[in-house]
């Protein structure tokens, strides 16, 4: 393992933070996966809805012609019976009769026409307006369920190294099992001043750290 991570004391936070950006970045893309088959269900209901917009839209045409056909047909009707029930004036008749058929006919053209006049016109401008309204209604309806796209929000923080407090808690260490060899050997509170005088069993070695030296003795 390598030496300064060992002394850096914000190695397990450094690691947490680490972990917790990996885990908010698997949740961002999954987020992100989720709005994009919204996005995808969109397309495909705007589709419909045009769709749909377009039948409304000759749904009303078909109505329209529908009565169209229908009012000539009436008109035709009205017209071949007038037509047969000519009457030749021989005379006898009075000629208010024809008149009065003729008005009849008359009138079953206006009433063909002006049904045909409101299917075309004012029916015709419902109809539409109503496809309208219901083609943005359903558009709304679906943005709406879109909703936002995925955030991720505030980025995890990665805490800087701290390698001096790492290397003050070795210092302590070291200066901890110092005094506790010192106070194992009764011999050195009474009258020897060093290490050294208590003979030759001790081994020296440099501190990587500090770079001072340090005396282990071997029992």
Known sequence: MNFAVCVDANAGARQAARERAAQKDAIYAQEKLKFFNKE???????????????????????????AAGQGRLAVQDVARRYFAQQSVDEGGRSRRF???KYQQLLQKRAEVDSIVDNMYGRNMAYAQ???????????????????L??????????????RLTGALNIASQ??????????G?????????????????FTSRIDPTFGHVIRTFDP
């Not at 796209?149 to 701290?162: E, F, H, R, T």
């Not at 070291?174 to 106070?183: D, L, R």
């Not at 050195?188 to 005088?197: C, F, N, V, Y």
């Open 174 to 183: 070291v200066a901890s099992i110092a005094t506790a060899v010192t106070t």
């Open 149 to 162: 796209p995925a955030q991720y929000g505030a980025p995890v923080m990665l805490p800087p190294s701290d």
């Open 40 to 66: 995808t269900q969109l397309d495909r209901t705007q589709n419909r809805n045009i769709i749909g917009y377009s039948r409304d839209l000759a749904n009303a045409e078909v109505k329209a012609i529908y």
């Open 98 to 100: 024809g008149v009065l």
């Open 185 to 201: 050997f009764p011999g050195l509170g009474a009258g020897k001043s060093s290490l050294g005088d208590l003979g030759s069993n």
């Open 129 to 147: 307006e109503g496809a309208r309204r219901t083609y943005l209604a359903a558009n709304a309806a679906g943005i709406e369920k879109l909703g």
